[in-house]
């Protein structure tokens, strides 16, 4: 796939909100603060936005957030085209790179990304509604996220022969290096260390997933904006440059237990990756890149998505997990600031955070996450639902 499109984009700002339960916060508000510390960030105003893209998925009330005229209206930036994109919890993410494209195009010289979402305000029974009683009346019926994740982890296991005793292990390791990761991250939703004690404490949700194993249900926002190389050097902008950028679908939404399906992997996730890498030029991920994000959304994600994005031999990444290849001082650290599971995980925002996340890490400013050395190459990999895919290469 040619990528020569990517050679004219950069991120030239972004800007967060802190992840959490904020009621005192509007979903407006959470979409202006972050908009407006990337605009800052970015050294522009308002007014010099030529295009934004809202990435959101449950608008709070049904109307607000539908589309792009909200963010308009928030913004004040009217007689330009903003829109609304939705891809489950790829949306922030989806956002990213149609923006991407309208600066490639030649279409506009300095666009706006806003991801965000109210989740505190919707409710439990929306969101299981959402899975649990769509599609097919029986073979699905009844089925839940943490639930689908713990099959497909338990099915993995079964496949390579691993112990579920062992099995739990590799999770636990997931869980207290990310709430490690986000003790260090001030915007993180969750900002404590956790031991494997309080994680078997921890109410059982579907084997062997326990409530700290799940990411928790947020606010939030955050924003990038994007230049067109040629104006960002003549207004000397600190560049991080897009190196790759791939989109896949694949399994039937509403048959997640299709018969052909292995359920040990995500295809899309590995052709995805495959792409991404020959994009970029990526020989070996875990020689050849600096920092990662992954979708973890429940600890057996982030499992699966390491070893679809070719961070180990088929059935090995449990081992490389145990023995702290990406912990924040790992050879390559991955989820730095907490990932899902302890920033959070408005669905809108959260492909908009890792970009956040791998921007800070490719400029050196991250703060006590910072990983060690000089970070020269990130990637990004953010799940929507389990139908598809985006993933996104950073480099500085």
């Known amino acids: 796939m040619n990528n020569d499109y990517l050679d004219e984009v950069a991120i030239v700002g972004v800007g967060c909100t802190r992840f959490g339960e904020q009621f005192d916060k509007s979903y407006a508000d959470l979409a202006v603060d972050a908009a407006y510390e990337a605009i800052a960030d970015a050294g522009i105003e308002p007014k010099d936005i030529q295009a934004a893209w809202l990435g ?18 928030y913004l004040g930036i009217f007689d330009i085209p903003v829109g609304r994109c939705t891809a489950a919890c790829a949306s922030g993410m989806e956002a990213f ?24 305000d919707i409710g439990p029974r929306m969101l299981i509604d959402f899975v649990a009683e769509r599609g097919h009346p029986g073979i699905r019926k009844g089925v839940s996220f943490p639930g689908f994740f713990a099959l497909m982890f338990n099915r993995y296991l079964y496949r390579y022969g691993i ?19 986000g003790s260090l991250n001030p915007k993180a939703h969750f ?22 194993d799940c990411c928790p249900t947020t606010d939030g926002g955050a924003a ?50 495959q792409d991404i890498y020959q994009q970029a030029n990526i020989k070996n991920p875990v020689e050849d890149l600096d920092v990662v994000e992954v979708h973890d959304c429940f600890s057996p994600a982030q499992f699966m998505d390491m070893e679809d ?39 809108g925002a959260t492909g908009t955070r890792m970009l956040y996340v791998l921007t800070k890490q ?27 895919v985006v993933t996104v290469i950073l480099s500085n």
């Open 56 to 73: 959101t998925q449950l608008p709070t009330d049904g109307l607000e957030g539908n589309c792009g005229i909200w963010l308009a209206d």
């Open 97 to 120: 790179r149609n923006a991407v494209f309208g600066v490639a195009s030649g279409k506009h010289d300095i666009v706006l990304v806003v991801g965000v979402e109210k989740m505190r």
């Open 163 to 181: 112990s579920p005793e062992m099995g739990r292990k590799y999770l636990t390791q997931i869980t207290t290096q990310n709430h490690y990761n």
């Open 191 to 212: 900002q404590k260390p956790v031991t494997e004690e309080e994680i078997l404490n921890s109410p059982k949700v579907a084997e062997p997933v326990h409530l700290l």
């Open 224 to 273: 990038i904006v994007l230049m067109r190389k040629k104006v960002a050097k003549e207004m000397k902008k600190n560049m991080v440059h897009i190196r790759g950028l791939s989109k896949y679908v694949s399994w039937p939404w509403n048959e997640g237990f299709d018969a052909r399906l292995a359920l040990t992997s995500f295809d899309h996730s590995v052709k995805a990756a």
């Open 309 to 347: 994005l070719g961070l180990s031999e088929k059935g090995k990444i449990g081992e490389l997990l145990l023995d702290g290849l990406f912990t924040l001082d790992g050879k390559l650290p991955v989820n730095t600031g907490g990932g899902v599971l302890c920033s959070g995980h408005p669905v």
């Open 362 to 388: 490719l400029q050196g400013k991250a703060g006590k996450f910072q990983v060690r050395g000089d970070p020269h190459i990130g990637l990004a990999q953010n799940l929507g639902g389990y139908a598809l």
